[in-house]
């Protein structure tokens, strides 16, 4: 298939995306989702796969940050093979993609089965056919980028027959192929609770199918998934992970134990377990934020807040404090205290008070902790109903309640947590108590014995960053255009001498007769250069009022003509009343 169809996000290049993907994730493969859509596994497949590529399209679309999944092309297999998708990016295509998902909606769940041999040569097909596409768009998208040399491709096929025999047709058919862009093939079989038993799945036969795909040069892997959408959604989110393997992630170094002086280096990888709510753009209702008191109240529009209600929280269920699990939660606590507010009266506050103490008691004396949900103070404007935020209320010995954000199953990615069932290693033991014994312990941990050093990095910081002068000089030209006049053709205005008396009133009388009257835009400065001086003479009253309007000349000139150079109080309140007049 032609890969000049694709379709790009409006102002980005080629070369561009390919650098922001190799610089973000570098380990990040493209993906292809094969489904064999065949009867009779397909009428029952169909409605959960489908609704699960819904609900995770959805989200991988909308995602910021990172790019999690740079390239996604799907194909059917069914009478023939179709490519549904070629290779295209996900994020800001969400209309793309759910136009493929309904197109593999239609494909017919009922007809007569070709036969096992036919089934997997289109399989095989469609696998190589991918190939050969990815290796296009990368010919065609990198131009000679050494950033193409990290890009992968991971190829997961879902299925409905016994995963087994779908490895070993694929084992088989690919075996003289060129699969060096492969990074990793995938068999999903999604089974129903009734042919569970039909295909073995022990420990042995997948150790043996895995030591059978090493000749293919890649990995292969059999994943069985219940036909259900969460466990389908857990397949798709895997995804969004970050796929490392090239390098650990983390390095934890321990004290050395007294019988081996070279301390101790543990090397993790990381994994995450849920997706950040600060990732999805316009979802303030999801507890995105909960650094502040503000952060968690309503949304307010207008001035104040006065006129918003609080938030209300419904508690719906009760938790037992053993059975939550801390990775779940997330976000910074908020704690809660009962209401000291001004506006309820005594013995209302006193009420509250007293069903404060006894929730903290109860949740205390039971172990137990409060699931609660918050709904949304408006609807969306595209007609749904919100998102809704989950938090869990947790006690304390004093008479205080810690608010936490809970993950919802959207946000929620894949996380093995099995508990292990073999003891280890007596070595690793006796070396791990070592270490452990080095370290000093604390019965109650107190925060404040920890420094950060971040008082002193925010001094050297702020002064690197201080100018030289601890003063910002103003341009000269701005002083003089608000205190001075501007320069031009010499007037009797701009020599006025300092004015002894009623310098107040005179100023902002004079300010705001001109600022009224006189249109031009230099008449603020000189009057209030003016307004500065002692009283004028007849003759710089007949130069002021060049600058000003014809009503303001005819005014300032009936005062003028009455005025003495030395006026006397009398005089200079009539001046004031004909400032008033022109206002």
Not at 551 to 574: C, F, I, K, L, Y
Request: proline share 8%.
């Amino acid at each position: 298939m032609s890969m000049d169809n694709r379709k790009r996000p409006a102002g980005s290049s080629n070369s561009g995306n390919l650098a922001y993907w190799s610089s973000s994730f570098p380990r990040q493969p493209a993906r292809v989702l094969i489904v064999e859509a065949l009867p009779p596994w397909w009428s029952e497949i169909c409605p959960m796969l489908c609704d699960a590529l819904d609900n995770f399209l959805s989200l991988a679309c909308s995602l910021d940050g990172p790019c999690r999944i740079p390239l996604l092309s799907l194909y059917a297999i069914s009478r023939q093979q179709e490519c549904l998708l070629p290779f295209v990016q996900v994020r800001g295509n969400l209309a793309r993609l759910r136009s493929c998902v309904e197109e593999l909606r239609t494909l017919p769940g009922e007809g007569c089965v070709r036969g096992a041999a036919r089934g997997g040569e289109l399989l095989r097909q469609a696998v190589l056919d991918s190939l050969q596409q990815f290796k296009q768009y990368i010919r065609h998208t990198s131009a000679g980028s050494q950033a193409s040399n990290n890009i992968s491709v991971e190829v997961t096929v879902v299925t409905g027959q016994p995963g087994r025999s779908v490895v070993r047709q694929l084992e088989a058919g690919l075996k003289d192929a060129d699969l060096a862009a492969l990074k990793r093939l995938l068999v999903v079989q999604i089974y129903s609770a009734a042919d569970w038993g039909q295909d073995s799945h022990s420990p042995e036969a997948t150790h043996s199918e895995t030591d059978d795909s090493l000749m293919l040069g890649t990995e292969v892997d059999l994943q069985r998934v219940e036909n259900s959408v969460f466990t389908m959604e857990a397949v798709l989110k895997a995804w969004l992970q970050e796929q490392g393997g090239d390098r650990e992630h983390l390095h934890l170094l321990l004290p050395s134990p007294l019988d081996k002086p070279i301390p101790v280096c543990v090397k993790c990888d990381m994994q995450e377990r849920l997706i950040s709510p600060a990732l999805i753009p316009l979802s303030p209702n999801l507890g995105v934020k909960t650094e502040s008191v503000r952060d968690f109240l309503p949304l307010a529009k207008g001035l104040a807040n006065q006129g918003q209600p609080p938030r209300r929280l419904k508690a719906i269920k009760t938790l037992r404090a053993d059975g939550v699990c801390e990775s779940v939660l997330y976000g910074l606590p908020l704690v809660l205290r009962p209401t000291t507010c001004w506006q309820l009266d005594w013995d209302e506050m006193e009420t509250n008070h007293n069903l404060f103490h006894a929730l903290c008691h109860t949740l205390r004396s039971r172990d137990l902790f409060l699931l609660l949900q918050v709904e949304p103070t408006q609807r969306s404007t595209a007609g749904s109903s919100g998102v809704y935020s989950h938090y869990v209320l947790q006690p304390s010995p004093s008479l205080s309640l810690l608010l936490k954000p809970v993950v919802s199953r959207e946000l929620l990615l894949p996380c093995s947590l099995t508990a292990s069932t073999q003891e280890p290693a007596p070595d690793a033991v006796h070396t791990i108590q070592g270490c452990l014994t080095q370290l000093d312990e604390e019965c109650v941990f107190n925060p404040l014995t920890l420094s950060s050093n971040l008082y002193q990095h925010l001094r050297s910081r702020s002064l690197l960053s201080q100018p030289r002068y601890p003063y910002r000089l103003q341009p000269a030209a701005a002083h003089r255009d608000q205190s001075q006049p501007l320069e031009g053709p010499k007037s009797t205005a701009s020599r006025q001498p300092r004015q002894p008396q009623n310098h107040g009133r005179q100023l902002g009388m004079n300010s705001k007769a001109r600022a009224t009257v006189a249109p031009l835009p230099s008449s603020s400065s000189h009057s209030s250069s003016s307004s500065l001086g002692p009283p004028p003479a007849k003759a710089s009253r007949r130069a002021l009022t060049l600058l000003s309007s014809s009503s303001s000349s005819s005014s300032s000139s009936s005062s003028g003509s009455r005025r003495a150079p030395a006026p006397t109080r009398q005089e200079q309140d009539n001046d004031e009343d004909d400032s008033m007049v022109i206002q």
